[in-house]
Nanobody
Framework: QVQLVESGGGLVQAGGSLRLSCLAS????????MGWFRQAPGKEREFVAT????????YYADSVKGRFTISRDNAKNTLYLQMNSLKPEDTAVYYC??????????????????WGQGTQVTVSS
């Protein structure tokens, strides 16, 4: 099992940047594919980005492609999400998640086994 704790959220103006972190504890971090999801008020939780076990492969939602970058440091048991050119529509609670799956890409919620508690990101216009 793995425990996940997000940090780095906050209030930022449109066009600004934030970097989210997700610290993992428990079983070996590099064993898991990792992902970021977000949930805006009144909306379903949606996929943002995912990264493979060694960080060699990444996938992004079309809405964040070119603006967000997912990365991981397995030596520090930490997942990151660098968010640039933020827009008001990026406002949401952001969650990191860990997946034990070996045969999927990691684009859907059901592929993930462990979740953090979330961190709020608010982008003002």
């Amino acid at each position: 099992q793995v425990q996940l704790v997000e940090s780095g959220g906050g209030l930022v103006q449109a066009g600004g940047s934030l970097r989210l972190s997700c610290l993992a504890s428990g079983r070996s971090f590099s064993f898991y594919r990792m992902g970021w999801f977000r949930q805006a008020p009144g909306k379903e939780r949606e996929f943002v980005a995912t990264i493979s076990w060694l960080g060699s492969r990444t996938y992004y939602a079309d809405s964040v492609k070119g603006r967000f970058t997912i990365s991981r440091d397995n030596a520090k048991n930490t997942l990151y999400l660098q968010m640039n050119s933020l827009k008001p529509e990026d406002t949401a609670v952001y969650y990191c998640a860990a997946s034990k799956q070996r045969t999927t890409i990691g684009l859907t919620l059901t592929e993930y086994d462990y979740w953090g508690q979330g961190t709020q990101v608010t982008v003002s216009s």
